[in-house]
Nanobody, 123 residues
Framework: QVQLEESGGGLVQPGGSLRLSCEAS????????MGWYRQAPGKERELVAR???????KYANAVKGRFTISRDKDKNTVYLEMFSLKPEDTALYYC?????????????????WGQGTQVTVSS
């Protein structure tokens, strides 16, 4: 079992910044990737950013140049630094991780989701 603990959401004014954190804990043999999705009311959930175990990153076009994803492998934690926030960034942000659990001899792969942390950008 793997748990994802999110933090860092809140209320900010347009142009402000926030830093989201997500710590994965539990039976983690390999962390394939961790990332962030978001879902605004009435919209589909969308990928915001993702980072692999090797450090490769992927960003949604809407956040490129404004958001930065990073990770601390020692802590199994992923961060999302958000700058120049816009009202359009308002959404519930979900941490997501694909984890290989087990051992060298026997593994299983699962996807996990955090409970979501609210980001609201408003004046």
């Amino acid at each position: 079992q793997v748990q994802l603990e999110e933090s860092g959401g809140g209320l900010v004014q347009p142009g402000g910044s926030l830093r989201l954190s997500c710590e994965a804990s539990g039976d983690i043999y390999i962390l394939n990737f961790m990332g962030w999705y978001r879902q605004a009311p009435g919209k589909e959930r969308e990928l915001v950013a993702r980072i692999t175990g090797s450090g490769s990153t992927k960003y949604a076009n809407a956040v490129k140049g404004r958001f930065t994803i990073s990770r601390d492998k020692d802590k199994n934690t992923v961060y999302l630094e958000m700058f120049s926030l816009k009202p359009e960034d308002t959404a519930l942000y979900y941490c997501n991780a694909e984890v290989v659990s087990g051992s060298y001899y026997a593994q299983y792969e699962s996807e996990y989701w955090g409970q979501g942390t609210q980001v609201t950008v408003s004046s």
